[in-house]
């Protein structure tokens, strides 16, 4: 048979890992008010600065230790995912559609839709991200739905630019023309031949993305930017850790553990679910 | 009866103003096979690209007239024109791999032109395609359907690009060196299954080339293409019996011959290329006093 299959490769344990925790961390945040073994806003100064459970003077049910008000961090942490994972979602999702229809736009049409997209582009990415994102929020008002338009606001330009480059690739393709001469319209070769092909690159910018979301969303809190409620973020943990670093140093490190963690995952999935849609590599 | 494919003093200008096609004229009759030779750069390329309707952005065609089937491709509405071209068009492309779209199945591929085009019933088309399938002698179209692209190897590839070319029973087919990509033994294969394929059908076949032993095998006329003019025109054994033009001379004597390949290989002769560049600056200068 002159037919050569290419190998496949097993679910890689990167997927296994980054999945694993980010499973984890988004089921714990769903399912925060049933998991958290106490309430994260609850404040007792017989129990503060209590350490994690594995040293002395550590009081069981409190496994990572208390704040400086006696709060529990471990509910902190997993009522802080709630925000945390929201702002992924909404803010990397929004900055994906927008993104990829003016990128996949710019890279099938070219010409003059081409050069004003990629003109826009450039203009918004002179600007430094960060300072971009207060600069937001300072005008739109704190609060969730600012720190997701922040956000999404900033970032659409990254997958533009990627989902464009990748789009004009794939156009130059002989499948590209050979739908062309079969009759197909230009938006249905845009949507039904070239977009399948471009959908492993969409995939894994929206995992990152999601990473980079948690990132920010951290960095207005730890500002005081974000969420002006009492609801526990990681940025703001993170930001009173810092504070009693030298009496408490887990209200710090642990936080950033878990922020940690959950961006590299974000990062590291998006990588394997793409050479997983991906028809050729798989 | 009308040609099924008449190409009459077309040119088209790059936007330097260069010329790449210089007043070309092709007449392919119904079930004919053309074949169309010339070096690397000629336009052969170019040619088959004019006929369906897919130029570079870059290439504008300044003259000339295509017919398709009697119906003038200059006058009919874009929109017109493209469902002439998918109706009665098809390609065989070069490249078998880059053809075809590498995150879809082949069979979703090859059913959805019928379907979409054609207006055909998943059903019909369905069966239409395990049918030539069959005709181009795959075995297991069940796990062929099911295969994406980079799953075949490249002569199964040319193999299903050859099926979805016939299916939609289109009246000409440009084949545009079908078989440089493959293993040179898949070549003779699949070159048997188009000639076969053709006969079969009753398709006309513009066959672009640079080997005149696949010339010689398959076409009963010939263009030789130079520099986007066409030099000398004929049926191909007289073209073969006694060629006409100084180039198509070199270009057989430049053809090596299989007993000792190495012997007969030569570049083209320098006077016949002057003379060549003399005709065709010539021939520009006299395209040009019209056009200013
Ligand atoms: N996209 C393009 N824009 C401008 N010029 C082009 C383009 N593609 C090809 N050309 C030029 O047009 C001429 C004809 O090219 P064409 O591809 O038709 O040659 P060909 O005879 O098919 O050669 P080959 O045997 O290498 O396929 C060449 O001089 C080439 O440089
Ligand atoms: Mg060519």
Known sequence: ?282 | MSACLDIRDLSAVLPNGQRVLRSVSLCVQPGEVRALVGESGAGKTMIGKAVLGVLPSSVRIVEGDMMLEGEDLGRLQPKARRTLIGARTALIPQDPLTALNPSRRIGSQMTDRLVRILGWSGERADTRIRQLLDEVQIRDPDRVLKSYPHELSGGMRQRVLIAAAFAAEPRLIVADEPTTALDVTVQKQILRLIVQLQREHGTAILFVTHDLGVVAKISQKVSVLYAGKVVEEAETAALFASPQHPYTRALMAATPRYTDPFASLKPVDEAVLAGLATEIAAADQAWRRPHG
């Open chain 1, 1 to 282: 048979m002159d037919e050569a299959r290419a190998p496949r490769r097993g679910v890689s344990p990167r997927l296994w890992l980054a999945g694993g925790w980010l499973l984890l961390a988004l089921l714990a945040a769903i399912f925060a008010p049933l998991v958290a073994p106490q309430d994260p806003l609850a404040q007792d100064l017989m129990l503060e600065r209590l350490p994690p459970f594995w040293m002395s003077g550590a009081e069981p049910g409190y496994w990572l230790g208390t704040d400086s008000l006696g709060r529990d961090l471990l509910s902190r942490l997993i009522f802080g995912g709630r925000i945390a994972f929201v702002v992924a979602f909404a803010a990397a999702i929004a900055a994906c559609v927008v993104g990829s229809t003016l990128g996949l736009i710019s890279g099938y049409f070219g010409g003059w839709a081409d050069r004003i997209i990629s003109r826009i582009v450039d203009v918004w990415m002179a600007f430094p991200p960060v300072l971009f994102a207060i600069l937001l929020v300072a005008v739109l008002g704190t609060g969730l739905s600012s720190v997701i338009i922040a956000i999404a606001v900033i970032d659409w330009t990254r997958f533009c630019r990627v989902i464009r480059a990748e789009t004009m690739g794939q156009s130059r393709m002989d499948y590209v023309e050979n739908a062309r001469i079969a009759g197909y319209g230009r938006i249905g070769i845009m949507l039904r031949e070239v977009l399948p092909n471009v959908v492993p690159s969409i995939v894994a910018l929206l995992s990152l993305e999601m990473g980079i979301a948690v990132i920010v969303e951290a960095i207005l809190s730890f500002v005081n930017l974000s969420i002006s409620t009492d609801d526990p973020t990681w940025g703001g943990i993170i930001a009173e850790g810092r504070l009693s670093i030298h009496q408490a140093w887990w209200v710090l490190v642990f936080p950033l553990i878990t922020l940690i963690l959950t961006v590299l995952s974000f990062s590291q999935f998006g990588e394997a679910l793409k050479t997983r849609f991906d028809p050729v590599l798989r």
